[in-house]
């Protein structure tokens, strides 16, 4: 997985943009369309129109970074195409980016210890 891991912000926009768009249009799209600060340190996710293809950008500390891939089978998981943003975790992020279901990563549960045997 490429830069932050673990307690970071994902943010998902759920409606195609054109892909046409490089990291400074994108980080246009993040203030006027999701509201949102491009330089927070979040990581903000866009797809295509075309479902295997999908492009982050995030603030490193140094510059604007632009991660793009497009998978040669199959297609990344994304939700209903609607407008908005949803938000992702890290492990839900990895699991988009591998081209995975993210939507059954869930949080680590504590197990239940027994009281009693038997």
Known sequence: MIGPTGAIRVMVATKPVDFRKGAEGLAALVREAMGA???????????????DRIKLIFWDGTGVCLYAKRLEDGAFRWPKIQDGVIRLTAAQLSALLEGLDWRRVHQFRQPRVPVAVG
């Open 37 to 51: 600060d491009p330089f927070s340190g979040a990581v903000y996710v866009f797809r295509a129109r075309r479902t």
